[in-house]
């Protein structure tokens, strides 16, 4: 009999699809979506939905007693750049949601936790190439403390309380399905939007800004590869790398399918979290542990994107 697992934040970027492959694996009634709204159609339709809100513990376990669940995808989260403008609301969500969870494990209510950390647990002093798994972490943004604090609780339960609380550090995520959600990274999506529809784009980042990517597909494969994992090996939360790239070098792989595409740049305040990130991730050791590899390049991604979005209302 396959767990029930329950997903928290599925109407989001990464939720969204890590939803639907879930329940392609396991069966869609095995698979409770959740969110503070409806989601599109396709995940609305293909299993059970219930309203939470992530900061609720009430409605929270209240949803966990009604279907049994095993399993909890922790995927609620104010990101970076939405962050810096919401400073306290940011920590009460990311914070509240993964305690609530953490709990429900410890009084063992759930059996397994899934919560997503990121590239922004590191910082202006962090090395910024090939960034190692064990290094200084010392983020400057609302995000990243949150994500930082978040990893060294997570390590707290797993050591005193025995809660099997699994994580990898995401770098940007970048999906044609669908539409990012307040991050840094976010003009890596953006971009081949505006491609096609405009062949125009203005970028928030300097044409310099070098960041570890990653496509949707890679993303999600690495998150269940971590969970279907018998037991972890060394630690909560895994550093895992794809591609990197700068905003000219993603425009100039768009350039070579829509020659008439035009970029300019124009950097905001999400310059300072950009320039205070890594620019390559060593993911060596979830390579060694669980044996993560990832799939697509820039030229295979930026091939996908197009070829999908060119068939798609964008």
């Not at 767990?3 to 939803?19: N, P, R, V, Y």
């Not at 995401?170 to 959600?181: A, C, L, N, V």
């Not at 790239?245 to 305040?269: G, L």
């Not at 950009?274 to 697509?296: C, F, G, L, R, V």
């Amino acid at each position: 009999m396959s767990d029930k697992i329950l997903i928290i934040g599925a109407c989001g970027q990464i939720g969204s699809e890590l939803t639907m492959s879930l329940r392609e694996i396991y069966g869609g009634t095995n698979i409770i979506a959740s969110d503070i709204r409806k989601g599109v159609s396709e995940l609305m339709d293909s299993g059970p939905f219930e309203f939470i809100d992530a900061t609720n513990k009430d409605q929270i376990e209240a949803v966990i007693h009604k279907h049994n669940i095993d399993v909890v995808y922790l995927m609620a989260a104010m990101l970076s750049g939405a962050a810096e403008m919401n400073p306290e609301k940011a920590w009460d969500l990311n914070m509240s949601s993964l305690f609530h969870v953490l709990n429900l494990a410890k009084a063992g209510a759930i059996k397994k936790i899934f919560w997503p950390s990121s590239i922004a647990v590191f910082g202006n002093s962090t090395p910024k190439k090939r960034t190692p798994q064990q290094t200084i972490t010392e983020p400057s943004t609302v995000y990243g403390i949150s994500k930082l604090a978040g990893e060294r609780w997570c390590e707290y339960y797993r050591t005193n309380f025995d809660v099997d609380v699994r994580s990898v550090r995401y770098p940007g995520i970048i999906s044609w399905k669908t539409m990012p959600g307040g991050g840094t990274t976010d003009y890596a999506v953006e971009i081949y939007h505006k491609a096609i529809t405009e062949k125009r784009y203005e970028c928030f980042l300097s044409e310099h800004s070098r960041l570890p990517m990653m496509f949707m597909e890679d993303a999600i494969k690495a998150t269940i590869d971590l969970m279907d994992v018998e037991e972890l090996k060394e630690y909560v939360a895994y550093n895992i790398g794809a591609i990197d790239f700068t905003p000219k070098e993603i425009a100039d792989e768009i350039k070579k399918s829509i020659p008439d595409f035009e970029i300019s740049f124009v950097p905001d305040f999400r310059q300072k979290i950009a320039d205070s990130w890594p620019q390559s991730i060593d993911d060596s050791e979830a390579k060694k542990d669980w044996n993560w590899q990832h799939t697509y390049d820039l030229e295979d991604m930026t091939s996908e994107m197009i070829t999908k979005l060119r068939n798609k209302d964008v």
